[in-house]
C-alpha cells in the first residue's frame, strides 16, 4: 500500500483506535501518535482562543502542536477592550498577542467592527463625532497591533440574519450601510498597511441567499474602492444542509481571487428545538459528510487563495457551543473531546486534508 494510502488510513483509524484505549493517557495529554495538524494541512490552521486557556497546560500542549493561528475568542473585540467612557484597555488582547508571539503562531485580529457591541460607547454622539471616536478607535487597535497581528476580520457579520439586504445596526444608522464598513476598512489600511483585512460572515454555506447577498456586498464594496483584502466564511456548519451547498459558496467566494479564509468552523450535531429523530451514526455521518465537503472544496482554491482554515475552539469543551449546562449535553462540534483525544471530525478533516 503507497505511503500515503497507508497514512490516509492510519488517519482515518487513528480516533477510533485512540478512543478505543480512551483514558489510556492523562486526560489532555496530546496522543503523541497522531500527527499535528498543522504539518498535514494545506494551509495555516488556527483555533481560537481565551487568556484563560493560556494557564491550562493541556490546552496549550495541545493547540500549539496542532495549529500554527489563533483568533482571539471575544478579547480582541470592543467588548474586552472599549469602556462606555471611550476608554480603551489593551490588557487582555495584548496578553493574546504575547502568546502568540511566544509560540511563533501567526494571530489574526478578531474583530474590529460588529454590529452587535459598542453602542454604549457611542450612544448619544452627534454623527460628527460619532465618526471621529469611531475612526479613534479602528486606527488604536489595528495601529497597537501593527506588526503583530497577520490579518483582521474589520468589519463582522454586516449581512442581515436572513439574508435579505444588510443588517441595520448603530454603525450603519449613524454612517451609512455601506458608508460604516467602507470607512472601517480604509482606516483599518490606514493604521496597518501590510495586515490582510477581511471582510467576516457566518451561515454563507447554511444559506444560500446570505451567500450571495455576502458576495453582491464584497463586489459592491471592491468596486467602490474599499481595500478588502479577503473573504472570511465562519462555516458554523449546519450538518443537515444538502451536499454541495458547500461546495457551490466556496467556488462563487473564490471568484474575486481573494484570500478565503474559513474562520469559525465548527459542526454541531445538534438541532435547535424540537425531536431529533437522528441516531448519533446519523449525526456523526453527516458532520463527516460536511466538514469533509468543506475541506475539499477549501483544497479546490488555488494556494494563494487558502487563507488559513480555523476552528472555533479546541476541543468540544471549550467551544461556545456546549459552554453551558443546556447545550452541553452530547454535542460534538469540535476536532478534540474534552479529554484531547481526537473526534472523528478530526479524523474526516484530516483525511480530506491528506488524500
Ligand atoms: C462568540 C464567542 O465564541 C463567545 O465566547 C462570545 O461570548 C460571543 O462571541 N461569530 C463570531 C464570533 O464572529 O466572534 C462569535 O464568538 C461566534 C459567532
Request: with cysteine; hydrophobic share 40%; aromatic share 10%.
Amino acid at each position: 500500500m503507497p505511503a500515503d494510502g497507508l497514512n490516509r488510513r492510519f488517519l482515518l483509524a487513528a480516533p477510533f483506535a485512540l478512543a478505543a484505549c480512551q483514558g489510556a493517557a492523562p486526560a489532555g495529554a496530546a496522543p503523541t501518535a497522531l500527527p499535528p495538524l498543522k504539518s498535514i494541512a494545506p494551509c495555516p490552521v488556527g483555533v481560537c482562543a481565551m487568556t484563560g486557556h493560556f494557564d491550562d497546560p493541556a490546552w496549550v500542549d495541545l493547540a500549539t502542536r496542532h495549529f500554527n493561528q489563533i483568533t482571539p475568542e471575544w478579547e480582541m473585540k470592543m467588548e474586552a477592550i472599549l469602556g462606555e467612557d471611550r476608554s480603551y484597555d489593551f490588557t487582555r488582547p495584548d496578553r493574546i498577542a504575547a502568546f502568540a508571539a511566544e509560540k511563533g503562531m501567526r494571530l489574526h485580529g478578531h474583530a474590529l467592527v460588529w454590529y452587535s457591541q459598542g453602542a454604549e460607547a457611542f450612544t448619544g454622539l452627534d454623527r460628527t463625532r460619532f465618526a471621529v471616536e469611531y475612526d479613534r478607535y479602528i486606527a488604536a487597535v489595528a495601529g497597537r497591533y501593527r506588526g503583530k497581528v497577520v490579518s483582521w476580520d474589520v468589519v463582522n457579520e454586516a449581512v442581515a440574519e436572513d439574508g435579505n439586504g444588510l443588517r441595520d445596526c448603530h454603525w450603519s444608522r449613524s454612517l451609512g450601510q455601506d458608508g460604516y464598513i467602507i470607512r472601517a476598512f480604509e482606516q483599518a489600511r490606514a493604521a496597518d498597511p501590510d495586515a490582510v483585512l477581511f471582510l467576516n460572515d457566518y451561515n454563507l454555506e447554511n444559506n444560500p441567499v446570505k451567500g450571495a447577498t455576502f458576495l453582491r456586498l464584497v463586489e459592491r464594496l471592491l468596486k467602490a474602492g474599499a481595500p478588502i483584502g479577503g473573504i472570511g466564511t465562519q462555516s458554523h456548519l449546519d450538518i443537515e444542509i444538502p451536499a454541495g451547498q458547500i461546495t457551490t459558496f466556496m467556488k462563487d467566494a473564490a471568484q474575486f481571487g481573494l484570500p478565503i479564509h474559513v474562520s469559525e468552523l465548527d459542526a454541531s450535531r445538534r438541532r435547535d428545538g424540537g425531536f431529533d429523530p437522528r441516531s448519533a451514526r446519523q449525526k456523526q455521518d453527516q458532520q463527516t459528510a460536511r466538514v469533509t465537503e468543506l475541506a475539499e472544496a477549501y483544497l479546490s482554491l488555488p494556494e494563494r487563495q487558502r487563507f488559513a482554515f480555523t476552528v472555533w475552539g479546541l476541543r468540544d469543551s471549550d467551544s461556545w457551543l456546549t459552554r453551558d449546562a443546556r447545550a452541553g449535553s452530547g454535542d460534538s462540534p469540535l476536532l478534540f473531546d474534552a479529554t484531547g483525544a481526537p473526534t472523528t471530525m478530526f479524523s474526516a478533516l484530516a483525511g480530506a486534508f491528506r488524500p
